[in-house]
């Protein structure tokens, strides 16, 4: 995950910042997401044109007749011109089809649907260790600056960033699984258990736990417990680099010199006083580590063996499933718009400064 | 999502849930225990490669397996030999003098799992089906005479019980038998069901692609993608039912997280297992091994259409490039035996092991036949091959040997799919892949390997890898046929014995390897029972 | 200059007397910082060491990285292997030794086709606004929709496997962010006197461009790009993971992980050491980036 990247998407995000009325706002960002959403469907057919792979030979397989093979690239329009396969390509993306997988034989539309509550799940727990963690070491790193706390935490922090999460998972699936027996193995849960889960939500946790199933809760957070922690990692070194910085920019202010001359402790100034400042900007920053837990997803699931978005992914990629591939991309891309516009907005909304 | 899920059933529930709540307060404190269902086989295999269930349109080895379990063919393979051929659908065969007509009698309690009755006409329209659609499968027809135009004339049901097949040709019945009767293009389906969820005339492939309507010990529940197949018995089945009565297989990539699952008792058998891994689970209290011979062969093949390997001499220099000792033992030494000759172990007419792989890495040998062919000094070329587990260690061990000798190979790894369509296309130099042939006679790979009817790159005959390599040798085409219609078994045995010597030494592709099927198993597995044609489910029993 | 001051005493000069001396005088500035800031030195001594490993590798590595033996595959850590052997028998020492020059190959040239795109489209965007501007950066924020990874997957499966189509997907992932930084300090620059100055004299859009915005980004560039080093080498390692980067025989460390994974339970070293390598040199350029950014930003400080 970059965290670079990060900061400067909100300098020039998709909403245009500094215009006077809401309405011409609205309308400019509207325009703006138009734009941008036709541009992704623009790349992702590029990409998908690109491909060598055969989508033919991907369906008919190794054996079939030259016949077959052509009778096939006719019916999925692939003798026709560029730009008519475009014309199509976005016709389908607005009656919300994706086309079909070639590894499933099903919509992909359908698949990542299905797929998609695990990594929910995931990087949802992910993002709940991640905060839990980040949010005190960073605020801890900015009361300390300089001291071996705040060493310690920069380094921790530049080690999340640095850690090849796949490696990780790899290790420590060697370590707490198959050594010491800590944690669960790969895959969302023990086979034994696997179809006694009345899916309601398809989140395997919340299933168990609103149908009182204990012991299966359980073998679930087993689970589900090292792929999140390793997703955590990276999550914990952006939310605690960037909430220390905040929290220095607040600590400079004249008004904590003035709580400590009231005679307020330094913890509670800290807490009290200055991270109630910085808080709207602390959500905005979760709200892009979740966005890039999605990113982390896509390795660690391969490892894992986690039924999810990521490894759809990576197994399209490999299978040469290009529907599926171009499918995943496209998504990917709508969700990180639509991400980066909800934190404009909540950006707008609640932060003073902006008001 | 309008899949049925198995784990809405509610048929034993709560038996299960019992069992497991019992077994998670035995476990000791912690969060792992591991068990699977009494009345499941889970197994963890590598099944990226499922496309689809339709019979008429797989070609790959994992779903050749499911199906063998879902699918009953007209006759099947003896689970104790494979050469031998048993009554399934089938309960009878009379063959017609000339030897041109074989007559099926079929048993009369076939019924689908939709309750409607399996008949004759259901098992011809089948049939008929696999030629209409001509995925590759077709072939197995095709081969043998049967055409689009004519193949409603040869193969036809005269009544409810009765299967008449007419051959052009007065073929060994054995033959016919192996590469028909028992192949997956003799399943009857459910035509009924099928056709009612036929779209665009696609005769239900569409629909078939995610149900298996089939007569067989087992069907279809549920199919994810790259997650997981579940197998349910099939209430309706003919024959005894099945002693498990789930087959769940969990898709799992990596050898090393299948050993993990097998040795904490998460699966009850790995089929994808490392040479390291095996010798581990060997050694392992309380798991076994299982193995046998595949009928499928791992292939070094060479673009006869480069001028290079055009040259006799630089492809049989080739040949002593493999280590076939030393790869053997190691890399190969669980999932492969050496074999060089283009018919697999224990086929009719096959050389014996040691006669069937006369090479050995031989640098100087190597280095005078390149010389002769004019590349003293070698040359350049690439190697493309696939994402089988073994396929980079054997490419590079290939590399390190050539270099000696100045063959400077450069390595592309691929997606099978592209490698597939870049060895069908004639879109490379050297190739390595595995073909697997689909019955036990040697006739089945010189058909395919050795044969090409017509080389013309217009020809597109792309199921044929001697195609692909640009290979054509009048002399072995006219071998080949006669071979298959000499209806003296010893004198064919002998013709193929020397069409192998010869393929041996000139052939367009350095055969390797035979593969090993193995799979690791929980020491509760009983009576897993297969061979390289079939693996029988309905068999399998645990303790 | 007279001759009879010290180095010292040149270097702290309080009014250098030459461009030179300012220039020295900066980096003299720059150096006492890294030196004040142990995390930013302990980065740049392991990035020293990086480049001393790969510039010297074959005097380093104890083996040829290619020479094969399988009669001693998958050996464990010994005096003859120091870090064992792989699959073919070949001695891991070495190989991560020279995957050192494949890492810093890919990372470098990752970084000079991405950082001058981003440079020139950043600035061309802020100095001529309007419509340049808009379609420019339109451009940028679709290309940022996507993750780095997923983005460098996509069209690494487009262009084929390999280590060339591994470096271009990845510049093509990377340039964006640094385009949009590239314009935000253009547009500070933008309206300064001396720009106006320039301007005044008749110089071209472009030589302005080139000659005078650009040089004013080139160091917030330069923090950018070593952060995004790390990023780099993550994702060169992510696809050598999944087998779409570096081809075998290479030593690769990504390809070299993904070749120990299948043999983690038995020989978990394989796996352990590249990744270990991995993880010391993305350390060293975020460690090293952000002593940088420190030093020659000093209102991050």
Redesign the interface.
């Known amino acids: 995950m970059a965290e670079a990247a990060v900061p400067a998407r909100r300098t020039g995000g998709v909403a245009a910042p500094g215009l006077p009325s809401w309405s011409g706002t609205a309308l400019r960002v509207v325009v703006s997401i138009a734009v941008t959403l036709f541009g992704l469907m623009a790349l992702t057919f590029f990409i998908g044109r690109m491909l060598p792979l055969d989508p033919v030979t991907a369906i008919l397989g190794d054996n079939a007749t030259q016949e077959a093979i052509d009778a096939m690239r006719a019916q999925l329009g692939l003798d026709q011109p560029l730009w008519i396969q475009f014309g199509r390509y976005v016709g389908d993306i607005l009656r919300l089809d994706l086309g079909t997988a070639l590894t499933t034989g099903k919509p992909v539309l359908d698949d990542i649907a299905r797929v998609f509550p695990a990594t929910i799940e995931l990087a949802t727990v992910g993002i709940v260790i991640g905060t839990a963690l980040g949010i005190p070491l960073g605020v801890m790193a900015a009361a300390y600056r300089d001291t071996p706390v705040d060493y310690f935490v920069r380094v921790f922090g530049l080690l999340g960033y640095s850690t090849p999460n796949f490696w990780l998972g790899l290790m420590g699936l060697v370590l707490f699984y198959a050594t010491l027996g800590w944690v669960g193995g790969p895959g969302r849960i023990d086979t034994a258990f696997q179809w006694d889960v009345e899916p309601v939500t398809d989140l395997l946790l919340l299933d168990t736990a609103m149908a009182g199933q204990w012991e299966i809760f359980r073998n679930v957070l087993s689970h589900i417990i090292l792929p999140a922690s390793i997703l955590a990692f990276g999550a914990l070194a952006y939310i605690s680099r960037m909430t220390r910085s905040f929290m220095l920019e607040q600590l400079s202010q004249e008004y904590v010199v003035a709580a400590r001359v009231k005679g307020l402790s330094w913890m509670r100034t800290v807490w009290v006083h200055a991270f109630r400042n910085v808080a709207v900007q602390v959500v905005t920053v979760v709200a892009l580590a979740y966005a890039f837990l999605l990113e982390g997803a896509v390795l660690t699931e391969t490892v894992f063996a986690w039924p999810g978005f990521g490894r759809y992914l990576t197994n399209a990629l490999l299978a040469g499933d290009m529907n599926a591939v171009v499918g995943c991309t496209l998504l990917i891309g709508i969700i990180f718009v639509a991400l980066n516009l909800l934190t404009d907005l909540l950006y707008r909304l609640f932060d003073p400064r902006t008001r | 999502?309008?899949e049925p899920?198995?784990?809405?059933?509610p048929t034993r529930?709560r038996h299960?849930?019992a069992a497991?709540?019992l077994?998670?307060s035995l476990a000791l404190p912690?969060?792992?225990?591991?068990?699977?269902?009494g009345n499941?086989l889970?197994m963890a295999w590598n099944i990226?490669a499922i496309?689809?269930f339709d019979p008429a349109?797989?070609?790959?080895v994992v779903t050749s397996e499911l199906l063998q379990n879902t699918c009953d063919a007209l006759a099947s393979f003896d689970p104790k030999d494979e050469k031998n051929v048993v009554p399934s659908l089938a309960e009878s065969w009379q063959v017609s003098e000339d030897g041109q007509q074989i007559t099926f009698r079929l048993r009369d309690n076939l019924v689908f799992p939709s309750g409607n009755k399996g008949t004759a006409q259901d098992l011809a329209w089948s049939m008929h089906r696999v030629v209409k659609?001509?995925?590759?499968?077709?072939?197995s027809l095709t081969e043998y005479g049967f055409t689009k135009e004519n193949v409603e004339q040869m193969i036809t049901a005269p009544d409810d019980r009765t299967l008449v097949m007419k051959l052009d040709k007065s073929y060994p019945t054995g033959l016919i038998l192996q590469a028909i009767a028992a192949n997956r293009v003799a399943t009857i389906l459910d035509r009924k069901t099928v056709m009612a969820n036929e779209v665009n005339g696609d005769l239900g492939n569409?629909y078939l692609?995610?149900h298996t309507e089939c007569v067989g010990p087992y069907r279809l529940r549920q199919w994810?993608?790259?997650?997981t197949v579940v197998l349910e018995a099939n209430e309706q089945f003919w024959g005894p039912a099945p002693k498990l009565r789930r087959i769940?297989v969990?898709?799992?990539?990596?050898?090393?997280?299948q050993?993990?699952?097998l040795?904490?008792g998460?699966?009850d058998v790995a089929r994808d297992l490392?040479p390291?891994?095996m010798a581990?689970v060997e050694k392992t209290q309380g798991l076994a091994l299982s193995r046998t011979l595949k009928p499928q062969l791992v292939y070094w093949g060479f673009n006869n259409a480069n001028p290079i390997f055009a040259n006799e001499k630089v492809r049989l220099a080739m040949r002593y490039l493999i280590?076939y000792e030393?790869?053997g033992?190691?890399?190969m030494a669980y999932n492969g035996v050496p074999r060089a000759s283009f018919a697999q172990i224990g086929a009719f007419g096959a050389l014996d092991e040691k006669e069937g792989q006369p090479f050995k890495l031989d640098l100087a040998r190597a280095k005078q036949l390149l010389t002769e062919a004019g590349y003293p000094d070698g040359f350049e070329t690439t190697m493309i091959f696939g994402?089988l587990?073994y396929a980079?260690?054997i490419?590079?061990?290939i590399?390190?040997n050539a270099?000696k000798v100045g063959v400077r190979i450069k390595?592309?790894?691929?997606?099978?799919?592209?490698l597939?369509?870049r060895?069908?296309g004639r879109e490379f130099q050297t190739a390595m892949l595995a073909w697997q042939t689909a019955i036990p006679d040697a006739h089945g790979n010189a058909s395919r390997l050795i044969a090409n009817p017509d080389n013309r790159p217009e020809a597109?005959l792309?199921?044929y890898p001697s195609w692909r390599h640009a290979f054509q040798s009048e002399a072995a085409n006219k071998t080949v046929d006669a071979t298959l219609l000499e209806r003296d078994e010893s004198k064919r045995v002998a013709m193929y014995h020397q069409l192998q010597k010869d393929m041996m030494q000139s052939g367009p592709s350095a055969i390797m390897f035979q593969s090993v099927m193995l799979a690791g198993l929980r020491g509760n597995v009983r009576n897993w029972t297969w061979h390289g044609f079939q693996a029988y489910y309905a068999l399998v029993s645990k303790e | 200059m007279s001759a009879s001051t010290s180095l010292g005493s040149w270097l702290r000069a309080p009014i250098p007397a030459s461009p030179f001396q300012a220039r020295m005088q900066a980096l003299w500035l720059g150096w006492r910082r890294l030196r004040s800031n142990p995390p930013a030195l302990a980065g740049a001594i392991l990035l020293l060491l990086l480049l001393a490993t790969a510039t010297f590798a074959p005097l380093i590595a104890t083996h040829d990285i290619l020479a094969q033996d399988l009669t001693v595959r998958l050996q464990k850590p010994s005096s003859t292997h120091w870090l064992g052997t792989d699959d073919l028998g070949r001695d891991i020492f070495s190989r991560v030794v020279y995957g050192s020059r494949i890492t810093l190959y890919i990372a470098f040239l990752a970084a000079l086709i991405a950082a001058p795109l981003g440079l020139i489209i950043g600035t061309t965007a802020g100095y001529l606004g309007g419509w340049a501007d808009t379609i420019l950066m339109r451009l940028v924020d679709i290309f940022l929709s996507f993750p780095s990874l997923i983005l460098a997957l996509a069209f690494v499966a487009a262009l084929g496997p390999g280590i060339e189509n591994a470096i271009i997907a990845i510049s093509l992932a990377a340039w964006p962010p640094i385009a949009r930084l590239a314009r935000a300090e253009t547009l500070t620059v933008r309206k300064s006197d001396y720009i106006a100055a320039v301007r005044m004299q008749g110089a071209s859009r472009m030589r302005i461009i080139v000659h005078h915005v650009m040089p004013m980004c080139i160091p917030s560039v330069i923090v950018r790009i070593t952060l995004n080093m790390a990023a780099i080498i993550l994702t060169a390692a992510g696809l050598g993971f999944l087998g779409l980067g570096a081809q075998p025989p290479s030593p690769e460390w990504g390809a070299m992980l993904s070749t120990g994974r299948q043999f983690v339970m038995n020989a978990w070293w394989i796996a352990a050491i590249p990744g270990c390598a991995i993880l010391l040199t993305s350390l060293a350029f975020n460690l090293f980036g952000d002593g940088l950014r420190d030093i020659m930003d000093p209102r991050h400080g």
């Open positions: 999502m309008a899920r198995p784990r809405r059933m529930r299960i849930l497991s709540a077994m998670a912690g969060a792992v225990q591991a068990a699977t269902p499941a889970v990226d496309s689809t349109q797989i070609g790959e659609l001509g995925f590759g499968n077709a072939a569409k692609a995610t994810n993608a790259g997650e769940i969990r898709h799992v990539a990596e050898a090393g997280t050993r993990l699952l040795e904490k998460d699966v490392t390291e891994d581990a280590d030393g790869l033992k190691t890399i994402t587990p980079p260690p490419a590079q061990h590399q390190a270099a390595l592309e790894q691929m997606a099978n799919a592209q597939f369509a060895h069908r597109k792309t199921q």
